[in-house]
Structure formats: C-alpha cells, structure tokens
C-alpha cells in the first residue's frame, strides 16, 4: 500500500519533533557542558581516570580531559597556561610557583609508592640494601654478582651479567619521588646525581618514556633493573625488589607500607612536602598533587574546578585504595578545601 507524499511528510516531521524534545536536555547539558583540561604526571592517571569517570555521572555539565604527559610538561603548561589544572609527583619550587601569573594552589589528592622493578627470572625476591640502591642508579655497582647485591640475597642465583638500569626518558614526578629517597639516604647520589624530575644520570642508562616505556626496557631484556610506579607494576604483573627502609627491613612496595611512611608527613601552610627517607614503612613513596589556579579568567571554569576538587577530597578519596593509591588524611583533606573554596576566583 502506498502513502500519499503529504502524509510521509507529516509522519516525517512529527517524528523530528518528537525527537528533538526527547533529545532536546541532553543536547542542552552537552552544548552547555564546562570543559576542562588538565595534563601531568603519569603516576596518578589510573586513579585520575577513574575520578573523571565517576565524577561525570553525577556531573554531566562538567567535561574534564587530562592527559599523562609527566609531571615536568605538566609544571611547563601550568607557567604557560595552557590547561586549566596540572599534575606533579614533584611539588612546585617557589621560583616556578612564583612564574604562575594567576597564582597556583597546590592540592594533594593521592599518595604512594614507588616500585624497583628487575628482570632476572632466576632471582625471586631480590633484597636491595639502603648502600647499594643508590650505586647501583649511580653505575657504581655494575655487576648483579657484585659481592655487596650477594651478601643481601644469600642462596640467589646472581648472573655474572651486567646491570642495565633503566630510568625515565621524560620529566617525571616518579623520578622526582625516587632520587629524592636515594638524595635521602646517600651523600654521594646526592652530589653526583641529586634530586629532579630529569636527573642528570651518570653513564649511560637505558631509557623509557612513562611508566609504560620503562616497564617495557625493563621486560625486553634480561639484567636491566628500572623503577616505575607500584599500581602500575602491580597491574601489570611486574617482578619488584625488596627494598631496605631506615629501620634495616626489607619490604616490597605496598599500600599499608606506603601508608606507614606518610602517617607521620606534616602538611604545611601550602601542603608542600617532601618524603626523603621515613622512620617506617616502604621507604619510596611520595605524594602527588593537583596544580589548580587561584584566578581563572572564566566564572564557570573556577566554579567547575572547585567542584571537582571537592568531589576529590571527598568521595574520591574512598577510590584511591582501592586502585593502590594512598588516601590524603580527612583534617589535610578539610584544610586543603578551606583553601581552595576561599581562594580560587573568577
């Protein structure tokens, strides 16, 4: 049976209507929806996906983008302005805080710890003193047989194989946290080395860019030995060493040992902290941090990053642990909100 043309056409618009009120708020929440962009360290992407996702379902109205780029380009674009908020494993030092020309607020969302991860499939648990950790970043131990890496490992099978370590090819938070301890613990790391998010290493190290590009130095080739960030490592089924804390245990990276490190951290005025070398606990850890604007040219845009903060400090807090990340304590919590509710502005 055919349909005259002038019904078709009825059928065809009353359909387009009909779909237009169906679709009309949807359309409205996504034509009205406030993006934000935010770019840094790679050490939290898992757990900041993972707030994104669970933030936009109560949130529509709000479109947040952050792309793990490392903490140093992170920094960079925050002095720059290029993004609405940043990520670093490594707190801003005052001259780059003071390069910000809308003021910057730091937030700590998340803590952890940093994994030593090695490949000798022969050698299971392998036992790293405080001595020979940093010698061995600092190309002083070349050698897995090296009497010194024995004498903690007694009954190992260790090579009489080179050392290849294996460390960040881009500005990373994750090296920050990690020279900061081995700078902690050794005098000679320290003035040879010292502290960065891109340490000037001596000889000549294999590199990897992110958390992936080491993992993946570290997977393809027998005797190298990198570091990377323990949630990933613990994803990816990574071998991770026992590493020594100040109390002379050896402990394998964990979140309740994590834990023990930071419980005693004390939170300054602008929550910059830096976790050298804990009295307890798994000594690699450290903290990161959401670099948000105290001025921000767009009313939306500043109330859109306090609601998400608040969102972070609260309810998103009960995410971090569960993905091996360690929560921020609930007083440095309220104290870091009072701070961001009085005073980011439009």
């Known amino acids: 049976m055919a349909f005259p043309a002038t019904v078709f056409r009825r059928a065809v618009t009353t359909s387009a209507i009909t779909a237009a009120i169906a679709l009309g708020p949807l359309l409205t929440a996504i034509a009205q929806a406030i993006p934000l962009t935010g770019a840094g360290a790679t050490f939290p992407v898992p757990?900041?996906?993972?707030?994104?996702?669970?933030?936009?379902?109560?949130?529509?109205?709000?479109?947040?983008?952050?792309?793990?780029?490392?903490?140093?380009?992170?920094?960079?674009?925050?002095?720059?302005?290029?993004i609405d908020f940043g990520?670093?494993?490594?707190?801003?030092t005052d001259e780059e805080i003071g390069k910000v020309k809308n003021g910057v607020i730091l937030v700590p969302t998340a803590g952890g710890p940093v994994a030593v991860i090695y490949n000798l499939p022969q050698v299971a648990n392998l036992k790293l003193s405080?001595?020979?950790?940093?010698?061995?970043?600092?190309?002083?131990?070349?050698?897995?047989?090296?009497?010194?890496?024995v004498k903690d490992n007694p009954g190992a099978k260790l090579p009489d194989s080179d050392i290849k370590p294996v460390v960040r090819a881009d500005g990373s938070g994750t090296s920050f946290i990690f020279t900061n301890h081995l700078s902690a613990i050794?005098?000679?790391f320290k003035s040879e080395i010292g502290v960065g998010t891109a340490p000037k290493w001596t000889g000549n190290p294999l590199k990897g860019k992110g958390n992936p590009g080491v993992a993946q130095e570290v997977s393809r080739a027998e005797g190298t030995i990198g570091y990377v960030e323990y949630a990933y490592a613990k994803q990816n089924k990574i071998q991770t060493a026992f590493v020594q804390n100040k109390k002379?245990?050896?402990?394998?990276?964990?979140?309740?040992?994590?834990?023990?490190?930071?419980?005693?951290?004390?939170?300054?005025?602008?929550y910059r902290v830096f976790v050298g070398d804990p009295d307890d606990g798994y000594p690699i850890a450290g903290l990161t941090w959401l670099m948000v604007y105290k001025q921000y040219d767009n009313a939306e845009k500043a109330a859109a990053v306090k609601k998400f903060v608040n969102w972070i400090l609260s309810d998103g807090q009960k995410l971090n642990p569960t993905l091996d990340y360690v929560q921020i304590p609930p007083t440095v919590a309220k104290q870091v909100l009072a701070t961001v509710n009085t005073q980011v502005k439009p």
Do not use: H
């Open 47 to 82: 757990l900041y996906e993972r707030y994104i996702a669970e933030f936009k379902k109560n949130n529509p109205d709000v479109d947040i983008s952050y792309q793990g780029v490392g903490s140093g380009a992170g920094i960079r674009q925050i002095i720059a302005g290029t």
């Open 87 to 92: 990520g670093s494993d490594a707190a801003m």
């Open 130 to 149: 405080r001595s020979v950790l940093p010698d061995i970043f600092a190309g002083k131990i070349t050698k897995w047989n090296d009497p010194r890496i």
């Open 186 to 188: 050794s005098p000679s």
């Open 248 to 270: 002379g245990q050896f402990l394998p990276p964990s979140v309740r040992d994590a834990n023990k490190a930071l419980a005693t951290v004390k939170f300054p005025d602008n």
